[in-house]
């Protein structure tokens, strides 16, 4: 229902933040534990704004995390996982073609004895042995091109570029986009957001969020990236 929700974890317990709503506050994060077990489930006590949560946490993952400055690090990382699954289909390959040219000049042999009439049963089961080993190989030969990237292939940033700038035009166009948003958050642009409190600017007792992103979903590592909602002030749930 909410943009963040399942990603937001508590920097205390480590459960979940979830929404609670009132007439009078609207709705706000608070801890699940300390919601329904009080400070014998978590002790963090601090209620902070949704909206403004959501507000500021998308602005600060398009400026820290969705930028130009971005592209070079996933493209480096990116293309450098490619070449080291391109340079294990190589070694893989090479050892497959040797042994299909083995079984290649087996089956020759094979066929000339028995051009030269010389047949019998055990020679010709081990020909259509001999055979249905290549033609094995051959499938696995072909399913190594169509796994593995060609050799040399790379992804361009160009299409990094306009992957990013999509997904920041589509964040400021919150919230009247925001399924689509939470849409795109879900399929592992976040992984999640621990939600410490701590004091902010003006000694405001607020949140420190930290980022675990994986921009395009396209690396294997994570980075974490520091958010303060220096804006928000908290007040302690009943």
């Not at 205390?12 to 699940?32: L, Q, R, W």
């Not at 592992?188 to 949140?207: A, F, N, T, W």
Request: with cysteine.
């Amino acid at each position: 229902k909410y943009l963040f929700s399942g990603l937001l974890k508590c920097g205390v317990c480590g459960g979940n933040m979830v929404v609670v709503t009132s007439k009078k506050k609207g709705s706000s994060f608070v801890c699940g534990l300390h919601r329904t077990r009080g400070d014998v489930g978590c002790t963090n006590q601090l209620r902070i704004d949704r909206e403004m949560v959501e507000t500021v946490l998308l602005s600060k993952i398009s400026e820290r995390i969705l930028t130009s400055g971005a592209i070079d690090r996933i493209v480096k990382k990116a293309n450098e996982k490619l070449k080291k699954l391109t340079s294990g289909k190589e070694s893989d390959v090479s050892k497959l073609r040797s042994e299909q040219q083995n079984l290649e000049e087996e089956i020759d042999n094979l066929a000339k004895f028995i051009m030269k009439g010389i047949q019998s049963e055990s020679i010709a089961n081990l020909l259509a042995e001999k055979e249905r080993g290549l033609n094995a190989i051959k499938r696995r030969i072909d399913e190594f091109g169509l796994q593995t990237p060609a050799e040399g292939q790379q992804i361009p940033a160009a299409w990094v570029r306009e992957r990013i700038e999509d997904l920041k035009g589509l964040f400021e166009q919150y919230p009247e986009k925001i399924y689509l948003i939470r849409q795109e958050i879900k399929k592992g642009l976040i992984e999640r957001i621990v939600m410490r409190p701590s004091l902010c600017k003006s000694d405001q007792q607020g949140y420190v969020a930290e980022v675990n992103a994986d921009p395009l979903s396209l690396l294997g590592t994570t980075s974490t990236v520091s958010l303060i909602g220096h804006s928000a002030t908290g007040s302690r749930t009943p």
